[in-house]
């Protein structure tokens, strides 16, 4: 009993912890989101173009970028096309969104209907009716508490979203390497910490002590 309590707080302890696979990915992500960020904020080339030729950067340059990286970037975020886009992914991602609640729910109902029909034939004359009935029903529970956490997540860490963008301007504002260093550490530990955050939650909720690993139960 004392060896099974270990095991399973090993994997526990297993399943918080941040694995090669996870970090690689977390950091992928948080550099398409932070440069995405930057994307967005040359278009204020006060802050942009102190980094690329300085404090004295001349007329010349800032019409030069000005035509050939804002003024792509106003047509394209100002065209009807990525507005028809953009509508068309976003309405296509919450149907997925609804088909995988749906497909989630047929499953875990078809889950729930054979658990309660299982029997089990334990030792010689005893019958167990139903013996995973009572797993099934704690299994469906605990993934919906750890999807409602997960969700309720976007809400709680909307300050440090802001936070860390606020990271991301004074990283261009930044006067020294050691204030530029100090910001993209902070960019880079915040993103890392709430990602690994919906790693954790993914895990919990497949069960697995990894995201490519083998399964708790």
């Known amino acids: ?21 996870s970090l690689v990915v977390s950091f992928v992500i948080m550099l398409l989101i932070v440069g995405f960020h930057f994307l967005l904020l040359s278009n204020q080339p006060e802050l942009f173009l102190p980094h690329v030729a300085g404090e ?27 507005g028809v886009a953009s509508t068309a992914l976003i309405w296509g991602f919450a149907g997925w969104i609804v088909y995988s609640l749906i497909d989630f729910g047929i499953a875990s109902f078809k889950e729930w209907r054979t658990s309660d029909e299982d029997i ?27 999807g409602v956490v997960a969700i309720c997540g976007l809400f709680v860490f909307r300050p440090m979203f802001s936070f860390l963008f606020f990271h991301d301007v ?27 955050f919906y790693v ?3 895990r919990l909720f497949a069960f697995r002590t990894r995201v490519f690993g083998e399964i708790i139960r």
């Not at 950067?57 to 065209?79: A, C, E, I, M, R």
């Open 170 to 196: 004074e990283f261009l504002r930044a006067s020294s390497a050691v204030s530029m260093v100090y910001h993209a550490t902070t960019v880079i530990i915040g993103w890392l910490l709430l990602m690994h």
């Open 120 to 146: 089990a034939y334990v030792g010689k004359d005893r019958i167990i009716q139903r013996p995973m009935h009572q797993q099934t029903l704690v299994r469906l529970g605990l993934r919906a508490v750890i």
């Open 56 to 82: 004295s950067s001349d007329s010349q340059l800032t019409t030069v970028y000005q035509s050939s990286v804002l003024g792509p970037l106003d047509n394209l975020f100002g065209s009807d096309f990525l």
């Open 200 to 202: 954790v939650m993914f």
């Open 1 to 21: 009993m004392e060896l099974e309590k270990r095991s399973n707080l090993s994997l526990f302890l297993r399943t918080l912890t941040p694995s090669p696979s």
